[in-house]
Structures are given as structure tokens and as C-alpha cells.
């Protein structure tokens, strides 16, 4: 037996403890989580994608195993969770990229106040100026990301609205949320999403009281 492990699924019935040292703020999350996830103006299966897809961006092992499960149930294919993984890593690796238009002001000493400005955006070339190889490969794995497949442009467009906010790029809320709501998206669709967003990111945390849980008895 491994007493190294951080993780374990077995662990994971700890969380009603939690039930017992914080009964309403437990019960609280719960309902939340539960309506967050349900159907609605978003399938519960297009819900739980994007559950896994935040769950990756959070890192959260507990939720990958639990809403992997859940999508199975839904009858999602493995080719399905793999295209809403992919656009979960595009997001997070296109927040860096876009927070380089930050890291050229900060290096030239040119920005002003605003730290998120629109303009800022119109910087990035100079990134594809610098490495014009590096800078398509990077675009290629965008493209390739978030076009249509199993999953429409319109669901991971929506995807990614979700990954975004969890992220915290403001860039990328700005530029998916204008493109989901081309692809007829309704600001219903984009709330849903982001509930889902915001209930994967505080699950996550709630997910990892197991390891303090653990940690304090020791």
C-alpha cells in the first residue's frame, strides 16, 4: 500500500465529513452544485463536458473521476471527452498567449493603467514577428481545437466561455463570448456554462478538502 499517495479514490467518502463539521454551508453547495448541472437550457450531457474540460483546467483529479463517470452515464463518447479536453487546453494555453500582449507592455514600459485593454490585443503579432513558426504552430493547435467535430463550433464555443472564466482571461471571455453568440449561442446557453464553471472551480476546492481532511490527522 502506497501511504505516499495524495489522491486516492477510496478517500473521496471522506467529503461527508464535511457534511457534519459544516452541515449548511455542505447542504448550500450541494443544491447549488446540483442545479448548476442540471438540465436546461444546456443538456446535462453538454454540462457535464464541460464539467471534465474545467476539471482539467483545475486540476482537480476527484472531479476528473467523477464527472468522467457522469459523462458515460450520458453516453458520451471517448472521442467527444478527448475534443472537449483539447478546447479546455487551447483555452488555457490561449490565456497565456494573450497575456503576452501584458508582458510586451510591462517589458516596454508602455502601458498605461489599463492593464486589459482591446488594443492590447493588436500586440501579439510582434510575437509572430519574433518566431513565425513557433506563432502558427501555436494558431494550427487553436484552429484545429475548436472547429467542428463530434462536438459543434456552437458547444465548444460554449466550452470554452466556461474554461475562460476559470482561466480568468479577460481577453478570452471577451473574444468567445462574442463568437459563441455568432454561432447563435443565447446568453442563457453562456450563464448555464459559466454555473457549471463556477461550480466545477468551487467543487475543486471543496474536492481537495480530502487531502487537508487527511493531512489534519496525521
Keep these: 500500500m502506497n501511504t505516499e499517495s495524495l489522491y486516492k479514490k477510496s478517500d473521496s467518502k ?7 463539521l459544516a452541515p449548511e454551508a455542505y447542504r448550500a453547495f450541494g443544491a447549488f452544485n446540483q442545479k448548476a448541472l442540471a438540465e436546461g437550457a444546456l443538456s446535462a450531457k453538454l454540462k457535464e463536458l464541460i464539467a471534465v474540460a474545467v476539471a482539467h483546467v483545475t486540476g482537480c483529479p476527484y472531479c476528473i473521476e467523477a464527472h468522467v463517470k457522469k459523462i458515460r452515464q450520458f453516453e458520451a463518447s471517448k472521442e467527444e471527452m478527448f475534443e472537449a479536453i483539447m478546447v479546455a487546453t487551447a483555452l488555457k494555453a490561449g490565456s497565456a498567449m494573450a497575456h503576452g ?3 510586451l507592455q510591462a517589458y516596454d514600459g508602455t502601458g498605461d493603467d489599463d492593464l486589459y485593454s482591446l488594443k492590447n490585443m493588436n500586440r501579439l503579432k510582434e510575437f509572430r514577428e519574433e518566431n513565425a513558426d513557433l506563432f502558427r504552430s501555436y494558431l ?8 467542428q467535430g463530434l462536438l459543434s463550433q456552437k458547444e465548444k464555443e460554449c466550452i470554452a466561455v466556461a474554461v475562460a472564466h476559470v482561466t480568468g482571461c479577460s481577453y478570452c471571455i471577451d473574444a ?14 453562456l450563464t448555464e456554462a459559466i454555473f457549471v464553471a463556477t461550480a466545477l472551480k468551487a467543487g475543486s476546492a471543496l474536492a481537495h478538502s480530502i487531502n487537508a481532511l487527511n493531512a489534519y490527522g496525521e
Aim: net charge positive.
Design 14 to 20: 471522506r467529503l461527508n465529513e464535511l457534511g457534519k
Design 101 to 103: 500582449a501584458n508582458a
Design 140 to 147: 494550427g493547435f487553436s484552429h484545429q481545437a475548436m472547429k
Design 176 to 189: 468567445h463570448t462574442k463568437m459563441a453568440k455568432k454561432l447563435g449561442a443565447s446568453m442563457e446557453e
